[in-house]
């Protein structure tokens, strides 16, 4: 084992882990960032997703060996207007249910608004597929995204054709 540089939450860090070990448990195990959670280990639910140089990626399929020199950027040190329009939009339509889900959900809400700040219904709809929620709270996921957009100056619309 040789450590694995790479730039976390803005801070340079260092994991003296195998090359081929997920991020998902480097973070969670030898970084402390526990905010990024183990859904079903295949990249299928999205409970895992980070920032890898501002895309989102599953963690759990994503091996060290992809992170050396990158930047990762977890729920714990997301910033910015984006988050904090959906942090105020989750609480205010009440999105969280469990919560289990909502730092994948999240992370993948903030790069779509960072990508795309006035998402149409069906884009916000590709940009969280992938991203589970055992409780059901799509709906208010869609009209949540749709409110931050628009409180961040960029009108969108949670309908449906």
Known sequence: MSPIT??????????DVEPEMPLLWALREACGATGTRFGCGMALCGACTVHLNGVPIRSCSTPMSAVAGQQVTTIEGVDGPEIDALRAAWAHHDVPQCGYCQSGQLMSACALLKKTPAPSAPEIDAAMEGNLCRCGTYPRLRTAIADAARALGTPSTPSHP
């Open 6 to 15: 790479f730039t976390l939450n803005g801070a340079p860090t260092s994991c």
